[in-house]
């Protein structure tokens, strides 16, 4: 069992940055692809980053390319969202999640996910 534990969001200006954060707990931490998704009120959970530390690979919604950066840190058991240049449809619920692979995370069959960290941007 995984657990997922995300902080980070917040209120903030358009065009502003925000960095959320995902700690994952047990010592399997580089066996899964880690990966965020979000859900703004009245629409469906979507995709929005995925990385594998293991194989250094990452992937990214076309809605947030160029704007947005996952990373990770083994030693903290810790997955990033770097996001800048934020617009206000980017406001909603950013969850953490961990995967099989990257193309499962992208295919929203996740394993295990977090609770949850709202991100609102005003106008």
């Known amino acids: 069992q995984v657990q997922l534990v995300e902080s980070g969001g917040g209120l903030v200006q358009a065009g502003g940055s925000l960095r959320l954060s995902c700690t994952a707990s047990?010592?399997?931490?580089?066996?899964?692809?880690m990966g965020w998704f979000r859900q703004a009120p009245g629409k469906e959970r979507n995709f929005v980053a995925a990385?594998?530390?293991?194989?250094?690979?990452?992937d990214y919604a076309d809605s947030v390319k160029g704007r947005f950066t996952i990373s990770g840190d083994n030693a903290k058991n810790t997955v990033y969202l770097q996001m800048n240049s934020l617009k206000p449809e980017d406001t909603a619920a950013y969850y953490c999640?961990?995967?099989?692979?990257?193309?499962?995370?992208?295919?929203?069959?996740?394993?295990?996910w977090g609770q949850g960290t709202q991100v609102t941007v005003s106008s």
């Open positions: 999640a961990a995967g099989i692979t990257i193309a499962a995370l992208m295919e929203a069959r996740v394993l295990f």
């Open positions: 047990g010592r399997t931490f580089t066996r899964y692809p």
């Open positions: 990385i594998s530390l293991s194989v250094g690979r990452e």
